[in-house]
Every structure is written in C-alpha cells, then in structure tokens.
C-alpha cells in the first residue's frame, strides 16, 4: 500500500523559510508527477507546485519565485523550500503523488503557521 509522509511544517515567523519533505513508501518505481497543494482555514484546497519526472516544475502565482520544488525519483521523496513566507501562506501543506490517471495518492498533511 502506498503511503506517503509529510514532515517540515511548523510556526515561522512572517519573512521566515520552511522545507517541507514528503517520503512514498510501499511502492516500487518512481511517480510521474508529486505535487504539493494547501488548504488554508475555511478555503478549499489549492494547488501549489508540481514536478515531473522529467524534472519539468510549474507552480502557483502566489508561490512564484519564494517556493521552489524538487524531487529525487532514486528515493521517491518530493520538498517543498518555502522562504519569504506570509501569514496568508498558513495552511494545511499536502503531498500529491501520481502514477497515472488512476493511481494517485495523498499525505495526511503538515500545519504551516506563518506569525506577522
């Protein structure tokens, strides 16, 4: 069974930097594509970054040129360097993962708390 795991989140000040990791387990071969999304209180989730295999990336306006996302298929583990963070960035930080079509799986998620 895939899992995957997040770690890295916390509270950080407003200007502040976080490096969330996320770690797949139970499966053999690596993801076309990882992701991080976000669900921020009483918003819906939203995406936020994605990474191929090929190492094509694309994110969110929001997220651009203060996040930046990276991968190592070898270990099937996705990060998140999030630095010049806000307090509107506060939200529940979750891992994406997808094989296929059909095969994509989700983390539980990691609280980031951004203080102004």
């Known amino acids: 069974q895939v899992q995957l795991a997040e770690s890295g989140g916390g509270l950080v000040q407003a200007g502040g930097s976080l490096r969330l990791s996320c770690a797949a387990s139970?499966?053999?071969?690596?993801?076309?594509?990882m992701a991080w999304y976000r669900r921020a209180p009483g918003k819906e989730r939203e995406f936020v970054a994605q990474?191929?295999?090929?190492?094509?990336?694309n994110y969110a306006e929001f997220v651009k040129g203060r996040f930046t996302i990276s991968r190592n298929n070898a270990r099937n583990t996705v990060s998140l360097q999030m630095n010049s963070l806000r307090p509107e960035d506060t939200a529940v930080y979750y891992c994406?993962?997808?094989?296929?079509?059909?095969?994509?799986?989700w983390g539980q998620g990691t609280q980031v708390t951004v203080s102004s």
């Open positions: 139970g499966t053999a071969g690596s993801f076309a594509r």
């Open positions: 990474i191929f295999s090929s190492g094509i990336t």
């Open positions: 994406n993962a997808n094989k296929n079509a059909v095969q994509i799986y």
